[in-house]
């Protein structure tokens, strides 16, 4: 019964897998994941354990996403990575919400944000500045609606 | 020989020398029956039994319990993992999403964008 008990760990130590607390190093990514995380190589060493074993299973999901997916992934993988757990976590947060919204809505925020985008540097800079400061649940009116 | 007599030859060979006991082995074997019978008549344990028995129920009753204690944390442990594992993968899977996502990852920050939805937004 002990000794039952015992496999899952003992097969799961035999493997070789690295110590979830530490996570792989650089070194010790297969090529494969190193060029899917290339964006990420400079700032490996500094990456959390536990981060490191996600952005390995997201790596493992990347062959599966279309070319378009992957090249918006690629090119946010390090603002990502910058970003603190609290922006992060609200970031998820308001994804799933957006995912909840019907795709019209959808549609019409992505819509608004290429509009956004092509905006000059001086007129976003205004916008926020127009940001009334408080919580994003009290003033958003779209990426935040319950 | 059948069974009966070799029965019979042991018995008599037991009962040789009995009536040859010294005085002290025979008081000694009356006081033991004595007390032996007044414990009985009260409903005692023999003497013995509560000081042997208690551990020796213990003693048989931790091993299994260990195992069992042992087996639970084991379930319990591995169950934890198992959510967490179930969690990492989630999260992973939900990170993924929004990476290769048509919004990009600054959309959901900008405040100026907030703005600029809500002004421009359709009811």
């Given amino acids: 019964m002990l000794l039952t008990l015992a496999l899952p760990f003992g097969a799961q130590a035999a493997k070789g897998a690295p110590a979830p607390a530490r996570g792989p190093e ?3 990514l297969t090529p494969d994941q190193q060029q899917i995380l290339a964006p990420l190589a400079n700032e490996w060493a500094n990456i959390e354990g536990p981060r490191r074993n ?8 990347y062959p599966k996403m279309t070319p378009q997916q992957q090249a918006r992934m690629q090119s946010q ?7 603190s757990p609290q922006e992060r976590a609200e ?5 799933k919400k957006l995912q909840g919204m019907p795709p019209e809505k959808r549609a019409e925020i992505r819509r608004k944000w290429q509009e956004y985008d092509k905006l000059t540097e001086q007129e976003k800079h205004q916008l926020r500045q127009a940001h009334p400061g408080r919580s994003a649940k009290q003033n958003s009116h779209s990426l935040d609606v319950d | 020989m059948n069974e009966q007599d070799f029965a019979e030859r042991i018995a008599s060979r037991l009962d040789q020398g009995l009536d040859d006991l010294p005085p002290g082995t025979l008081y000694r ?21 509560p ?7 213990s003693r048989r009753l931790l091993v299994p319990v260990f195992a069992l204690i042992l087996t639970l944390s084991g379930l319990v442990i591995w169950q934890q993992q198992t959510i967490q594992n179930g969690n990492k993968a989630d999260l992973a899977e939900l990170d993924a999403q929004v990476l290769s996502d048509e919004l990009p ?6 405040q100026g964008f907030e703005v600029w ?3 421009h937004t359709t009811e």
């Fill in chain 1, 26 to 28: 650089w070194s010790q």
């Fill in chain 1, 54 to 61: 996600k952005w390995v299973q997201i790596a493992k999901r």
């Fill in chain 1, 77 to 83: 993988m390090k603002q990502w990575a910058a970003l």
């Fill in chain 1, 91 to 95: 970031v998820r947060e308001r994804y």
């Fill in chain 2, 29 to 49: 074997l009356r006081l033991a029956r004595e007390k032996a019978l007044s414990q009985l008549r009260h409903g005692d344990m023999p003497e013995t039994a």
């Fill in chain 2, 51 to 57: 000081a042997m028995g208690a551990p020796l129920l």
């Fill in chain 2, 105 to 110: 990852v600054t959309a959901y920050l900008d």
């Fill in chain 2, 117 to 119: 939805l809500y002004h």
